[in-house]
């Protein structure tokens, strides 16, 4: 690796100053600029929802009511190293170690308004979207007694095979009554236009964003999926505005500049990995180096594609919002998972696969295992587990990892794996 | 059968229910796996199964290793690991009934790895008791009968199930009785043959749990003594695997005088509709009776339930027994906690099981210490 440790020459300074990705402040802007707004709502009458990650958004922002996200809050927590003590917190009221890291984390800064921003703004009520976990409706449960504020569960079932159409039935039921929720809480009619106005921005962004990643596809890739983790948070709190459709505008002309001119992410990228779960938010400067060091690009995952929707129909704008929201990624079984990955692996054409086994996570990790072994039975391609969390970095062996990822890259070329 | 009699062979199916699960399929029954009190196990009794309830088992794990993670509850971990052992041969199969992440997970793992001839998935929604639900649910269990007539290569005809619901109904208003006895009339039966009692109708056809259970509530001599004092105590949580626990607090000088286990007093609440459509009265009792952490009706409603037992009882000591990395329960002990402290003056003590590694004499030793703060008071 270039100038490790050392000064870095001129041509370097230069080098790794093309590479660098641009928009990454324009992102920083953008979340600087949400978060700001939404922490001077609080207080005012402006209403402010905190809601899951995979939950539907676009009836908030039709409605003008500001959604905060304590997962991409616990993200942020995480990325700076403050969880831990949040999670603690919560522990001390008697929340156990083995509960997902989001949860204790923000239910810790509710009690504290501790983190990087000083706490989320107060919420004036709770919507929760089982389609990534059932962890959300037990950890709001705890927030609507907290704040003492109205929740509302939108109920996702899981889904086998097709999406039958009794869960699409109440899907589109629960999505008539979250519009009749929001017309009490802010004394506004709904409009449709206004809603089909928000989809159709949400699915525009969504489909930029999928175009920002298939990008990847390319050799070498303009960015790793650890720059996707950054970029990701607009699409995940802002989706439906015209912020993020811009956004993510300029994030693709970015990216097809650097493939004009070929520029990678990496110096060199040798090898082309995937990656499975939610990142290792405390961890990231480090494991990128790492990769940086093995060459070898982490060029897709299964975690920021989640945000990429399609088929919103203006005919029918809220049964067929219903839908994009009940078949999400972790509301499916194994055998979906596993065809996902698979054409993932094939599209961006990887060496390997490295799964992030997140103690944090049921829905995610369990299951893991299975779609390891079933990932290299399709596509003759290795496969790696490591055990960490994505925000409770107690349970992190770095030394241990590094390892074993080192001794897996090494290992990638020429290996022909039997099952 | 003389009320001992049956309370010892209770005792000993509670036990180790699994010889007897093999038994069973040799005398020519078809033992077909629940996990989850939420099953509609009268559409499985139908058509002709014998709805058998997995609860783990105390032992190492050789074979789910390699398919679940360790942080992972043991119930599913040691139910998968028998499993791959070809342990539960016996089984026509399994129903898995959404509740928590890890059943949504272990019904594929279970599905892929194994090679039951029946394998059965109920997608239930978490919200209850709203109008909202209930045709989902209905449709729901509607979906699962036919998956079931589907398997038996025949219809399940209403009559039939009704019939089953007439037999299942008849089971929770004895086991209501069985339950109702410690307060009414103290001293006849202690907590740890009632809780035997019901649990020994987990692993035979209703019908005999029911003339079980009736021999055993004629038999009773409800005009005896009260016995001698003991503390009071309800237990709180998911399951019992082994009588353990009941049973050392019973030796400490405890009783368990009610339950809000799934594997107890959770498991007969609430009856079916006899005069509604059979699917429809099926759904209208899960969406009804009282729930589980794993589902929602109010952000209140445990807690209301709770407290109420702990009244009616007259519990002194909640004991919360839990499964290690199970979500549902760990979120709510805090607040459950909270509540029983401050609105009842009633202490609780928090047990994490793990049957992978499971001690009796350190179980002992939690169980003396609470029981003594209790006594203090
Ligand atoms: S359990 Fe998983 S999906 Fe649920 S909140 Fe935690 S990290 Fe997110
Ligand atoms: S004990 Fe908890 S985690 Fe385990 S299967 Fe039951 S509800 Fe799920």
Known sequence: MSGNGKELTEKEKADKERRKIKSAGAMRDLMTKYYMEAKGAEGTDRHIAWITSGAPVEPLIAFDVIPVY?????????????????????????????????????????????????GLPRPTFLVACNNICNTVFKWYEELARFFDVPLFIYDTPFVRGELPQHIADYSLRQMEEYMALLE??????????????????????????????????????????????????????????????DFYQGVLEEMKQRIEEDIGILPTEKYRVLWDNIPVWYEMRNLGRLFMELETCLVADTYTSAWTFSGVD???????????????????????MADKIESLATRFGVDGMIMHSNR??????????????????????????????HTDSRWYDRAQIENRIRDFVENLLGESVSV | MDVQTIVDECLELWRDPYPHLARLREEGEKPLAVFCSYTPEEIIHAAGFTPVRLMGAVRTITYADAHLQTYCCSLARTDLDMALAGELDFLEGAVFVQTCDTMMRLSDIWRRNTDFPFHGDLVLPIRMGEDVSLPFLVEEVHRFRRSVEDYVGEAIWDDALEESIHVYNRNRRLADRLYKLRTTSPGVLDGLSATACLAAGF?????????????????????????????????????????DLVELLQELGADVVDDDLCSGHRYFDNYVDEADTPEEALARRMWGRVNCPA?????????????????????????????????????????????????????????????????RGQLRTRLQAFLETISGV
């Open chain 1, 70 to 118: 304590p997962e991409n809050h616990g993200a942020m927590c995480g990325a700076a190293h403050m969880n831990v003590e949040l999670c603690e917190v919560a522990e001390g009221r008697g929340f156990s170690r083995d509960l997902c890291s989001y949860a204790r984390g923000d239910i810790g800064s509710a009690m504290t308004k501790g983190g990087p921003i000083g």
């Open chain 1, 314 to 336: 203006a005919e029918r704008p809220l049964a067929s919002m219903a839908n994009i929201y009940a078949e999400v990624y972790l509301n499916i079984n194994l055998e979906r």
């Open chain 2, 203 to 243: 692993w035979m056809r209703r019908e005999k749990h029911n003339e079980m259970l009736h021999e055993l509530l004629e038999g009773l001599d409800t005009g005896g003594q009260p016995g001698r004092e003991r503390t009071p105590l309800l237990v709180s949580g998911s399951v019992c695997t082994t009588p």
């Open chain 1, 184 to 245: 009490k809480v802010t004394g506004r009619v709904y409009d449709e236009q206004r809603f089909i106005d928000v989809a159709a921005k949400s699915l525009i962004a969504g489909e930029l964003w999928s175009q920002v990643l298939a990008c990847n596809e390319h050799r070498p890739a303009p960015m790793t999926c650890f720059d996707a983790f950054i970029l990701m948070a607009p699409i995940v709190t802002l989706r439906g505005t015209q912020e993020v459709v």
């Open chain 2, 295 to 359: 589902k929602h009706q109010s952000i209140e409603d445990r807690v209301e339930h709770l407290v109420r037992q702990v009244q009616d009882s007259g519990a002194a000591g909640v004991i919360f027994y839990l499964q290690s990395f199970c979500e549902p329960h760990l979120f709510d002990v805090p607040y459950l906690r909270e509540r029983l402290q401050k609105e009842l003056d009633v202490p609780s003590l928090v047990l994490e099981s793990e049957l992978q590694s499971f001690s």
């Open chain 1, 360 to 389: 944090s996570c049921k829905p995610y990790s369990l299951g893991q295992y299975d779609l390891a072994k079933e990932f290299t039975r399709r596509t003759g391609k290795p496969a790696l587990i490591i055990e960490a969390d």
